[in-house]
């Protein structure tokens, strides 16, 4: 167990629909990521806050947004389904930017 | 800009066999290098890390991995294979600056036949 946390662990919805996914860090980890696994593009990674700041962006569509709040956790928001969006999504979390990532159980989307 | 290759998809061992999964990174800056494994239907689980110092190190459940700079790689070592090996392994860079996310590898998935 790493102590990161997502919910929920699966999630079925239809296309054009709009789904949250969340994480809780680590106990006293500062800095949070979000990464999409699928088996076309492999992990690729979405975005990354610290300490409720966005920090940087990767490869993430217009359609999809982020947040972290006071408490840490962080949301992120997935709208206008596509059939593409189907995918494993992980949130993990590091003491800093400088420190090891620890990875959540992930949350698999399928878009239908 | 930063990358990782991981040379085969697909690397099959008998069990007791030595285990070699190749990684070579690309990094304009001093690489922090990482080692994840993964099971079926799992998260990603940290093996091991390379940041500064020692270039062989030791990680969780017997793997090992050596960082030489003049050929750019990470590879992955374990003397001996065990059936709870059998899962897809990924080497990853740390993006440089002030930015801290992964840069990953797109895995190597690992056989181990009895």
């Known amino acids: 167990d790493s102590g990161v946390t997502q919910t929920p662990k699966h999630l079925i919805t239809a296309t054009g629909q709009r789904v949250t996914l969340r994480c809780s860090p680590r106990?006293?980890?500062?800095?949070v990521y979000w990464y999409q696994q699928s088996l076309d593009q492999g992990l690729q990674f979405l975005i990354q806050y610290y300490n409720g700041e966005e920090r940087a962006k990767g490869n993430i569509l217009e359609r999809f947004s982020a947040q972290q709040f006071p408490d840490l956790h962080s949301e992120l928001n997935l709208s206008s389904l596509e059939l593409g969006d189907s995918a494993l999504y992980f949130c993990?979390?590091?003491?800093?930017?400088?420190?090891?990532?620890?990875f959540g159980p992930g949350t698999r989307l399928t878009v239908l | 800009a930063q990358s990782v290759t991981q040379l085969g998809s697909h690397v099959s061992v008998s069990e007791g066999a030595l285990v070699l999964l190749r990684c070579n990174y690309s990094s304009s800056v001093p690489p922090y290098l990482f080692w994840y494994v993964q099971y079926p239907n799992q998260g990603l689980q940290l093996l091991l890390k390379?940041?500064?110092?020692?270039?062989l190190v030791k990680g969780i459940n017997g793997f090992e991995a050596e960082f030489k700079k003049s050929e750019t790689s990470f590879h992955l070592t374990k003397p001996s294979a065990h059936m709870s090996d059998a899962a897809e392994y990924f080497c990853a860079v740390r993006r440089g600056g002030s930015q801290g996310n992964l840069i990953f590898g797109k895995g190597t998935k690992l056989s181990v036949k009895p």
């Open positions: 993990a979390s590091s003491r800093d930017i400088y420190n090891e990532q620890f």
């Open positions: 390379y940041t500064t110092g020692a270039t």
């Open positions: 106990s006293g980890d500062l800095s």
